[in-house]
């Protein structure tokens, strides 16, 4: 039953979109699935079942394998075959995950071989790959050439590691500032993650010898990022003028651009309905009008948590059945507990309606077709002795240095940047660990899974030179007895690093229990935890030159007090090379280009606000949309929506200046066409995030954001060095959905031309678009 | 053409809502109707625009008529006319209006005679009458009855000066804490809201002489509540899941049960659409769908704002003819500023589009509708003369009175009270003025208008006993001289009582300047302003007995420092009888019995959390439904949705014993019935709210709230006596709205009976629910 390649290699075309031509919906070629669907006539239903599920955590955190739980789930769950715990080693890993796949291949009765769907986050999700930022940082780059071979150097560990299946992008639109996954995602922005999403897709999914797709991707959460409270796991409103503007954006240009293999239902309930049994948003909407023909997974726990903690199915096979219906085709199984999967109930409905068996065969057939396309019925198993010809690469590590250094933002500087300091006193309990997010496979305190920010400032300044002092403890504890030490510290140094945030670790990491942020946590309190704005207020105080360097997945409240810092640097999830990258910052060796991808809030309550909010929800100030986009929202106390660090924001060592900003409107091709000349004014070289956002002066129909952004590039300029920016935009980039249809209503429009979100750091131009159908 | 009103009265037929019977739509008559017809086919276009509009403040603040201004208003704007400025007297205020009314009546061509369309929040909004607690503090008695006597009040009052039309009740579902103007509205329960609602309709639209309508209502504000960030004029998200069953439940129980005259759009988009416009809103599910049969009228400014702030209209004319093509019926006109009308632009109009004739046509018909059904071509104005014979009767007084001592709530008392202090310290900005809402017609420094409770304390205590010490201001200061003063009386009268809280007062209020709540604002920060909170912990520092006593329309969150007074009690803006109802409250002249309907907040960033979340919005926690309620949504700070004084919470100085909780059903008549035996067991008399929860334990389709109100009722009870208390409800009230259709499925339900909604305050009965069809 093998096809040649050969045979399927012709067939293999991504569509690419082309800017101001319609986007040709391309036949993919059906030969995977002829042949998914040969398998299928052949298999049972214990067969059939048994795909859908898996086997999710290979090996424990010792690296051993249980062979009596892998023997009891293995006749109702041995689809697909995770890998063991983030600490475990890829050299220990490998070589059993190959073992029970081969035997697969060679002892089963139809030899359907397993595939590893597993995170990829920072990287790998076992030890030993390269360990970038986490997706805000690499968004906060704004750098999407970079970030395409960040992810292609994760893709290749990835295929090193017989991974064929990654969870990711997330495209999550993160508006939310207390939900604590935010460290995942890329931020805010539809249209920035859309771009992200969709680079990571075209990169991952590349197809390899033979027209095999590299690695599979699966979008999700399908459709998540904004609970009620920020909660993690809850509900959200729905609204379908507000899920397709809001939360759809980023999967309809993925989707048209990129044809993404899978998607991942979210834990959400949406308008009520819970994801995974929302029919609607499955098949009426995901499949019927954005035309998705992948995959559709659960995510871990998700058929179980409807009938468990959403109380919306009464029974587990119940909750089963509603899934499968919906358009459920793979369930993610949690790494321990089999008596929470779902699909395994469905073995004895075998005798059920006719319905459940179309939906069965449906859902077997997608999962073996992706197991078709990433040639896992065609290609050998990796081989353990590469490993070490693939991952940590000189080159990989160099990519993931270059994406640190441009995952950082400056958020203040008063001068005092940069500066080489003779003594310098770090100060925290961020200055000696790492903080890599729960995705990344870092022990946040093994000095071999990179360097802190203190062992970066010892190798850069010496060790004589720098000192440090924890001061307090990342969490709830009533000792302030080191704040006194990091005053002296800071005092006897005379230039201080504070080094304070949010833990964010891998669940078997030393420190889990301290930490603060990443998946579970949602935010009530966006301040520092624990005693750390208090050991920050201590050494500023003193009155020292003081640099603060914030951590953490999240946007932080920066509190009057805190901003007393001369400078300060936001560095979220930044990876192995952060330490490095923020001496290099602060020295001046590299001049910060990151920019937020999620707006800082001024106060825990006062949120949201994310920089796109509608014309209303700026209260009663209409200056918004034509002076200065600051209103008073909450008039008590008086805080506004439009803060002033939001999205696209960051500073840098030198100035640009942008000039004779133009916006043209060609009414044949419907393309729409930016220029805007940037010049470094400055004294050094720097990149600068040009930002281009627009808004219909006014809409005829639907409240559209206040602005909206369209495009973004990043250029790097010698001092002096000026280049020409040129945008093409096509028209119905500039649209937006009133109940499920696209529209542009001809008439005014403003395109705002910068380096920010901020009215400030904007240049207005208006233009009269025609009348345009989609 | 004048009808005898013999001939109306027979038909005036309010359907009231029988329990367990099908509500039937009987046919109203329409006598008023044709002469409406008859009126219309006589009248121009101007004249028609002109009935759509008014003139909205007759008086200035000095009870001056501006007669120049009114008469270049009213060629244009001539249906409808407001009154003064509410400190304006009704003795000053009516008889000029009157002239104006009568000169209406005489003159104009058509003889059409203004209605004066006023709000009626805390009573009639000029001076001189009864002022009762806004509805929040109304809602916290969880007492119809005594709400019922209360509006039959307002509505005499109203009538005496003139008041055919109020723009009450609102029906808002104030789940966003930071809302501000929670005040105004009943609070967080949809079911309470709208038995708040109905008693206020069917109390104010009662028929009197000759059948007419006594004053007209206006449910608001359609929809609203939830507005993004709680920010005022903000949207909303809708999804028509959560606008039924969160939003719309109120007006649906409204319109079937008590029949409005009309409702007023919101100020919201939802969804992204603006609902001035949203014709969706209007005619699809509020006509169609809900059966609405009454006038809609704008909200003041409401068109305006399409164009002016959310930009979703080319001109203000555009604004106004998408508004009546979507359904509004009347425009609602700004006090002062006549440029932002929308009606007057149609003028020119009116070789407009046959679609915006017939829309204008429907327009003044309903307009001219409720003039005649409430009299006003058949009835004669008002008696100045008879303003003392209505306004301020002992008996209206009594009722006021006793609604203040329902509507206070005593939130922690650890035995402490009741007791008559021998000296008392009363401290702080609330203890010398009535705080009584935005829309109350009270100058809160003015004893004229009501007792503070440093007056009403004195005229308790005597004198010499009570010392009064600010303490600080309302709001931002730096001066924090005052606080070693109160400190000093604290310790010296051995007993302090501590008034804080948020001002919320008239925009005639001298106070004006320093108000933190009420209309105009949102919180984001839910604390005490100023230096309100440092105050009170300067005071509890002291360790003398101390009594709390919050004031304002709105929850505020009780921080760890505060819930160290021995006792506190939540005021809401109760009305000119606060200060005496909280003397009597302390000294258990009265013994408390307030309920919260809003549930009260840990911290300003952890909402919401009204009590009615749905199960996956817990977060991890599955123990909700079963056992206790509490579970850590929020991880960073480790914070609950389901916080400690939620919806329905409040003490007495007595206890109450629930016992023998039965659930049955009836399937022949879809009868629920529940009983209970409520016993008082304590040494004092007190009232206590019986309070009847509900869910399906399972529901097969969209997620339903962990528990949801679906009874209440008020009991008083002698020590030692018991009462059974017996509820029919009709399984349609059980019912919720998939898809805007009402369903109740079959199967387990868990019923709470108890004193509140905390999980240790219910007694949990199951019971087993037949097939059901709406």
Chains 1, 2 share one sequence.
Not at 210 to 215: L, N, Q, R
Not at 466 to 487: E, K, L, Y
Not at 727 to 749: D, K, M, Q
Not at 755 to 771: C, G, I, K, Q, Y
Request: with cysteine; glycine share 8%; aromatic share 10%.
């Amino acid at each position: 039953m093998m096809y040649s390649p050969l045979l399927i290699v012709a067939a293999a075309i991504l569509q690419h979109f082309t800017p101001c031509a319609a986007v040709i919906n391309g036949t993919q070629t059906d030969l995977y699935r002829q042949r998914a669907q040969s398998l299928l006539e052949q298999m049972t239903w214990k067969e059939k079942i048994g795909q859908l599920g898996g086997y999710r955590r290979l090996l424990e955190a010792d690296a051993t394998f249980n062979r009596t739980r892998f023997d009891e789930l293995y006749p109702t769950q041995n689809g697909n075959l995770g890998y063991g715990s983030a600490f475990n080693w890829a050299s220990d890993v490998v070589p059993i995950a190959n073992r029970i796949k081969q035997r697969q291949i060679d002892e089963s009765r139809l030899h359907i071989p397993f595939v590893t769907v597993t995170d990829s986050n920072n990287g790998i999700y076992i030890s030993g790959g390269t360990i970038f930022p986490s997706n805000l940082g690499m968004a906060a780059s704004f750098n999407l050439p970079l970030f395409e071979q960040a992810i292609a150097v994760i893709r290749e560990e990835q295929r090193a590691i017989g991974v064929n299946w990654v969870l990711s992008p997330p495209l999550d639109v993160t508006s939310e500032p207390r939900y604590g996954r935010i460290g995942e995602d890329f931020g805010e922005d539809a249209y920035l993650v859309g771009e992200f999403g969709k680079t990571y897709v075209l990169t991952m999914e590349e197809k390899g010898e033979g027209g095999f797709v590299k690695v599979a991707t699966t979008m999700k959460h399908y459709v998540y990022g904004e609970t009620s409270g920020g909660v993690n796991l809850a509900s959200q409103y729905g609204g379908i003028n507000h899920i397709y503007n809001d939360q759809l954006r980023p999967y309809i240009k993925v989707i048209e651009e990129a044809k993404p293999l899978s998607i991942m239902a979210s834990y959400s309930s949406v308008d009520r309905l819970p994801m995974h049994k929302n029919r609607y948003m499955f098949q009426d909407i995901l499949r019927q009008k954005l035309g998705f023909e992948g995959l559709i997974m659960t995510d871990a726990n998700g058929i179980w948590q409807m009938h468990n903690q959403m109380y919306a199915a009464s029974s587990l096979q119940d909750a089963a059945v509603q899934a499968v219906h919906a358009g459920i085709e793979m369930e993610l199984c949690p790494p321990s507990e089999p008596t929470v999967c779902g699909m395994p109930t469905l073995l004895n409905a075998i005798n059920g309606s006719a319905v459940l068996q179309r939906d069965i065969d449906q859902a077997v057939l997608a999962f073996l077709e992706i197991k078709f396309r990433t040639g896992l019925f065609d290609q050998s198993l990796p081989d353990p002795q590469k490993l070490n010809s693939t991952l940590r690469l000189p080159q990989s590590l160099e990519i993931a240095r270059e994406m640190s250094r441009e995952a950082i933002a400056m958020l203040q500087n008063d001068g005092l940047l940069p500066k080489t300091p003779g003594r310098v006193a770090l100060i925290g309990p961020f200055g000696n660990i790492l903080n890599s997010g729960s995705y990344a496979a870092v022990n946040s305190s093994d000095a071999r899974y990179g360097d802190s920010l203190h062992r970066s400032m010892k190798n850069a300044f010496g060790s004589g030179k720098v000192s440090f002092t924890q001061g307090c403890d990342f969490i709830d504890t009533d000792d302030d007895s080191g704040i006194q030490d990091a005053v002296a510290a800071a005092k006897d140094a005379g230039f201080a690093v504070v080094a304070l945030g949010s833990l964010s670790v891998s669940p078997s990491d030393p420190l889990f229990l301290k930490r603060t942020d990443g998946e579970f946590f949602a935010h009530a309190d966006l301040g520092f935890p624990g005693l750390q704005q208090q050991l920050l207020d201590a050494v500023l105080d003193v009155g020292v030159p003081t640099v603060l360097v914030v951590s953490g997945g999240q946007p932080f409240v920066l509190n009057p007090s805190a901003m007393r810092a001369n400078a300060i640097f936001h560095t979220f999830l930044s990876g192995e090379f952060t330490g490095d990258a923020v001496v290099e910052l602060i020295t001046g060796k590299v001049n910060p280009s990151g920019k937020l991808t999620v707006s800082m809030p001024q106060y825990s309550g006062a949120i949201p606000i994310a920089y796109d909010l509608l014309p209303s929800d700026q209260g009663y100030d209409q200056a918004g949309l034509t002076a200065n986009n600051i209103s008073a929202a909450w008039q008590f106390p008086n805080l506004t929506r439009s803060v002033p660090m939001p999205f696209g924001y960051g500073l840098s060592y030198t100035t640009f200046k942008f000039s004779n900003p133009t916006v043209s409107s060609n009414n044949q091709t419907s393309c729409i066409t930016v220029n805007v000349s940037l010049n470094n004014t400055g004294d050094v070289f720097g990149k600068e995030v040009v930002q281009v956002y627009y808004r219909p002066i006014y809409t005829p129909d639907i409240e559209f954001p206040v602005k909206s952004l369209v495009r973004f590039e990043k250029v790097g300029l010698e001092p002096g060095q000026s280049q020409d920016v040129h945008f093409v935009i096509a028209r119905r980039e500039l649209g937006y959905w009133v109940n499920t249809e696209l529209t542009s209503p001809p008439g005014p429009y403003t395109f705002w031309i910068g380096s920010s979100s901020r009215v400030e750091d904007l240049h207005a131009v208006n233009v009269t678009l025609p009348m345009w159908t989609a």
